[in-house]
């Protein structure tokens, strides 16, 4: 900055740094604003893309082209490492995560339920039992699952949830071998976003490691990056996959989204405000908790003191609680303490922590894992809320990887006869084919249950939606009701008047 400003000097009989004449004023400003450019506005204005700093920022560096080139390779790629910083380090953002993966996988994950029926109309229990043990023996046994071997349909479901949250996005590769299918989990910095170019085929281009068909933008094809082990680095080759053997779960901006952003985009600078008061108020308490000693001397003294030719005594520079000591002559001791509160961070925490609640999607207290303030209207208002969004996640979830990848497995079966059907039949199998998980958690469970039971008596829904809709399995429900029957005595049969008794269960 020095080195510009006298090599500006060399030009000018006057200092830039004393302006006075309008031109002076005009020459001032243009050289301060090409030092400040490269990290001030200047830099947000050229770039394109999101824009996630709102204190520098203003509103004529937002969004101003399409959504997919707004999205770009450097901004998306520099959001996702502020949103796996936040992760590890923010607490919100980590509870965040857990919210959401509990409430969309749950504990139990989200199984397939298959209910065809023959030709008399009656359910096939045979084939759709077949059908399910062959999925199980599949989904719970890692080996047979995953291509690390490290992780069952369960436990995949709440890892791909998780790189979504963070990532915006992952991709999912199904590997076809001659034992059946397995499942690996790509992170999405693996597709590259640096890669735009004209595709293979003259009716092909490649934006942002996607391949798509010009005429019906259809995804043909991904690139993937090669990944070196050793040195955890991503090397300049790609190699191209065939869209059949990925899965690309995202979420995105809008309808013509190629990629996905994180969850923490609308949040992520309110969430840095909050850490950055939380440790300026820290510091601020710890000031304030301290107490200070200064040693004055007295100046009257002073003569007196240079006088002295006897040995000085040494002056204490650090004190201790219930230290007693003899202070030097003409020496006093005087003590200061801060007693600035400065602004209250309650009301802030509390303002900004609504806010990101807010661009999360979720309420406050399920934010915090807190149930402070917490009344029964509230709490039901704020479950109802989430529930609803979980449900949009989960159907998301399910479009995206599990219905292709249960498609998937289910060809793969027949192709090995391990299923009595053919191929046309897998259409058949998946219409018929409810994904139920983790029933959604109630306020007042008993409420839900009595409403589930009127409707099940009025026959607005039928016995096999009430089990799915609290979570269960209504195949195996009745084989263990079908146990109880034969096991149970008169005795241990509930009354005919119990409120939740036979409507439900016998209809």
Known sequence: MFNFINRFRKKSNKSILHPDTPKQHRQF??????????????????????????ISGSSSDGITAPINRAIGAYQQQQVMFQARDLVVNNPLAANYIRVVTDGVVGSKGINPTVSLVNRKGELNIALNKRISDEWLKFAENPQRFSLNKKFTFKQFLREVSKARIIDGETFIRIHRFEEGIRVEI??????????????????????QGIEFD?????????????????????SGTSQRIPAEEILHHFDGVLPDSYRGVTDFLASMNLMNHLNDFTFASLVQKQITAASMTFLERDKSQDSLLDDDEGEHQEI??????GLIMELPAGYSAKSVTANSNGDSYESFAEATIEQIAAGLGVYSNA??????NVNFSSARFGQLQTNARFAILRDKLKEQVIIPLFEEFLRCCIDDDVLPLTQKAVDDVIFNTTFSGEGMKSVDPIKEYQAYEVAVRNKFMSRHEAIIAIGGDPQKVDEEIDADTHTLTPEDIPPENDSLNNDVIQQ
């Open 29 to 54: 400003r243009k050289a301060l604003s090409r030092i400040v450019s490269p990290v001030g506005t200047g830099f947000f204005k050229r770039a394109l893309g999101i824009n996630t700093n709102r």
């Open 186 to 207: 790509i992170p999405s910095e693996r597709v590259d976003r640096n890669l735009t170019k004209q595709g293979e085929e003259p009716d092909t281009v490649i934006y």
């Open 214 to 234: 010009i005429d019906t933008n259809e995804v043909v094809a991904y690139w993937l990056r090669d990944f070196d082990i050793l040195t955890q680095t991503y």
């Open 316 to 321: 204490t520079q650090e004190m201790s609680p």
């Open 367 to 372: 934010l915090l894992n807190s149930t402070k």
